[in-house]
Structures are given as C-alpha cells and as structure tokens.
C-alpha cells in the first residue's frame, strides 16, 4: 500500500502535462546529470554555493549569472526561485532553454540563483547531525520559512551586493514564502516582487494524494514515508509530511502540532500552534493559479486572494496542473512573460 501510495503522489501531482508527447524512447542526456551539469551543457555559466542556516543546516544554493549572450552590464537585477514539495532547484532547468524559466531569466539580463530546501538530495548535510540522525529530520514548512530562506536571501544579497531582490515560488516554495514574509517583516523588505505559481497555504479542498495520510496514524507514517520519499523523489522529511497532512486535516494556515501542549508550549510559548497571518504580509504578489491542479485547489485560492493586501497581478490558467507552471510548454506564453513584464516594470 505505501508503495502505491509514493507512486500515487508523484503521478498524481504530475498528471497529464499539457502539450507534452512522448516521443519515441530515447533518453535525454540530462536524465543523468546534476544541477551544475545541465547547466554547463545548455551552455550557460554557473555557479555554486552551501550556505549555513541559524540551526546548522547546509544548503545547497545554484547561480546561474548570466545568459548565453553578452551579459547585462552589471548590477543585474536578481531573481531567487524556490521550488516546491518533493522537488528541487532541477524543477528550474528541467526544459530546453527557451521554455525554463530559469535560462530565460538569464538570457532577458537576470542574475538567477535557485535554492534547495533542507532536506532534498542537494541539501542533506548539517554541521552536528548525520542523515542517520532522528535530529537532522526534525523539520518541517516552519524551519524553511524561519531559517532557509533568511540565510539563502542574506546570501544572495552579501555575494550581489544587492539589497533587493525578485522571488518566484512554486507550491511549497509559495507556502515558506507567506510564512516568512509575514512573520519577518525585515526578511519582506529585501523583496520588490513574490511571484507565486500554484500558490499554497491553506489545502482544504485539495484533491491530493496527501490526504491519503489524514488517515492513518502519526506512528503509521513514520514507519516507512521516510524510504519511499527518500527512493522516489529528491526528498524531503517525514515532520514535512506530517505537517501537510495536518493542513488537510484542519484547513489551516498553521505552524506544526508537535503533538502536546508541552511541545508546542516550548516551540511556540502557547499550548496550539500558531496561525500564519497571511494578511500581515506587505510584499507585492503576483500569482497564477490552475483549474486542474489537485494540490492547489481553486477554491484555496480563492480564500488567499482577499488575504493579499498587495495583489499587483493575478491569472487563472483553466487547463494547468500543478505542475505545468514549470513543465508545461506553454508557460513562457502563459506566466513567464508576463511575469518578466512585471519585473521590467520595476525599473
């Protein structure tokens, strides 16, 4: 059952992707490249950084800083992109270059950098704990919204020296993205624009396969989730998923139950976790949203829309999953020019 469950999420996350055909069984030679390497083979100048987080985890961040052409006379103006659950900075790349967002940001003047959430297979290294260790898996959507994205931004902005910068999240990279930038107003000064694609915070309605796990015990899950994930995805931990599970469950916008009031009294100060307040956040948003994504569920989205104080754009795509805002071969002509439009208008 687990087996087919880990199956299931993947595939039903994917979904039919709009415009793909399968074309015969030849295997791209990307298939078996790093994040570096697929860079380099498209042609396009890299580099890369580990950046240590508050807690001692060590991420692994990509830049690419320049397209294939003569690059923008410098400062070029940046753009930070955050991928979503079970994923990683890959999601970016993952196209030819005229239909990933990544190699079109470069080759229109942007200096691009791609983070990797702790816990996926480019970010699996702490300074006190193993892999092997209960302690490096005790994280969740919290953790990345309170340490992985301060130090990554910090970063960007020490290596740049720019002190603002554009953000594009995709799912989960959305969902950290409202944590922190409500909860950080220092953190939200950093950003001119957060565009968010398939953008997530409550998951009441979502017909995912995650809520497959509401039903079976917070033990039954830590049992085997760990492998599964670990062997069928670039990773994540099993609080991450406990924690999802719990927003299906509730319909809440909500920090992670520890399970007691003990726990939650030591890690928050109150005896339930907290509510992220998505209306405390100041940044201006753009957002896309698609009419087949069974994770980011229209009607969620229609709860969030209110709740942005700052909405400068927003677009409902009828025929995309949730995962076309990076796959689907359209997207250049769906999101990514209006989304570089708005960008050039920040000028």
């Known amino acids: 059952m687990w087996q087919l469950l880990a199956a299931a999420c993947w595939m039903l996350l994917l979904g039919p992707l709009y415009g793909y055909h399968r074309k015969g069984s030849t295997t791209n030679p990307e298939a078996v490249m790093n994040i ?156 001119k624009i957060f565009f968010a694609l398939a953008p997530v915070t409550t998951v009441k309605y979502s ?13 039954a899950v830590k049992s085997r989730l760990d492998v599964y994930l670990a062997q069928g995805t670039a990773g994540t931990s099993v609080q991450n998923m406990l924690h999802w599970a719990q927003a299906v469950n509730s319909g809440l916008f909500q920090a992670f139950d520890w399970g007691n009031a003990d726990q939650n009294m030591m890690h928050f100060h109150q005896l339930t976790p907290p509510i992220y307040n998505v209306t405390k ?37 009828p025929h995309y999953n949730h995962v076309d805002f990076y796959l689907g071969q359209d997207a250049p002509q769906e999101i990514y020019q209006d989304l570089i439009r708005l960008m050039e208008e920040c000028f």
Request: charged residues 20%; hydrophobic residues 35%; contains cysteine.
């Open 36 to 191: 570096s390497q697929i860079i380099s083979y498209w042609g396009y100048p890299y580099e890369e950084y580990d950046v240590v987080t508050k807690d001692d985890y060590v991420l692994g961040i990509y830049r690419i800083p320049h397209g294939r052409g003569c690059p923008r006379k410098a400062p070029r103006p940046v753009v930070y992109l955050q991928h979503g659950l079970l994923t990683s900075a890959s999601n970016w790349i993952c196209n030819l270059p005229n239909n990933s967002l990544a190699f079109l940001l470069a080759d229109n003047g942007y200096d691009v950098w791609m983070g990797n959430s702790r816990g996926n297979i480019w970010s699996r290294k702490h300074l006190k704990f193993s892999t092997k260790s209960p302690e490096f898996w005790a994280f969740s959507l919290d953790e990345m919204a309170k340490y992985d994205l301060p130090a990554t931004i910090n970063l960007i902005v020490e290596k740049t020296g720019q002190e603002r910068l554009f953000y594009v999240g995709h799912s989960q990279g959305t969902t950290i993205a409202f944590i922190a930038f409500s909860t950080n107003p220092e953190l939200a000064k950093r950003i």
């Open 207 to 219: 017909r995912s396969p995650l809520r497959k796990l509401t039903t079976l015990s917070r033990e």
């Open 281 to 317: 956040m100041e940044v201006p948003a753009a957002m896309w949203s698609g009419g087949q994504d069974r994770v980011a569920d229209l009607k969620d989205t229609e709860n969030l829309l209110p709740k942005i104080t700052r909405l400068i754009y927003y677009k409902f795509i």
